[in-house]
């Protein structure tokens, strides 16, 4: 499947323009998304796997746990706002065609005090199916806190 710059162009100004988080284009349609962190890929990756396949992607953040799930989904083009560099170390050795605004060393927390907790949960991971299966267990353990504390 071959692209335009018009396509690459496409994905980039409706992130902008559209206040998402993350875009998707292929074949003339669009997958939008405002949700934070690895949610919009992690969801396409359980409904919809075969739209990513070949996909144009336009993110927001992308740290090392993004950048595996979207190898995973088998994208062609991915634009971040903000990449980090353990991101980038596992895009080098894909077939992904990158670009990015912003390096960083890491991508932060929420709370800025730290290292984002899906990309320290798979710092030492390369494959891509089990970062998946790593990164659906500690959103599990997250929610199941979140509701704890809720709970109090």
């Known amino acids: 499947m071959v692209y335009s710059m018009d396509q690459k162009n496409k ?5 902008k323009e559209g206040g998402y988080s993350f875009v998707l284009y292929k074949d003339g349609e669009w997958s939008t998304s405002e949700k934070r962190g690895i949610a919009p890929i992690m969801e396409l990756l359980k409904e919809n796997k075969e739209l ?14 993004a950048a595996l799930l979207l190898i995973e989904g ?8 903000i990449i980090s560099e353990h991101a980038i170390e596992v895009l080098q050795n894909s077939n992904i065609e990158y670009e990015y605004q912003e390096l960083v060393p890491y991508i932060v927390n929420r709370s800025g005090d730290g290292m984002c907790p899906m990309e320290e949960t798979v710092l030492d991971v390369t ?3 089990i970062a998946f299966e790593l990164l659906q267990e500690k959103i599990k353990k997250m929610q199941a806190a979140m509701q704890a504390q809720n709970m109090k």
């Open 52 to 65: 990513l396949r070949g996909a144009y992607v336009a993110d927001k953040v992308i740290g090392k746990a």
């Open 11 to 15: 994905v980039t100004e409706k992130l």
């Open 127 to 129: 494959d891509t199916k």
């Open 74 to 81: 088998g994208i062609s083009y991915l634009h971040a706002e």
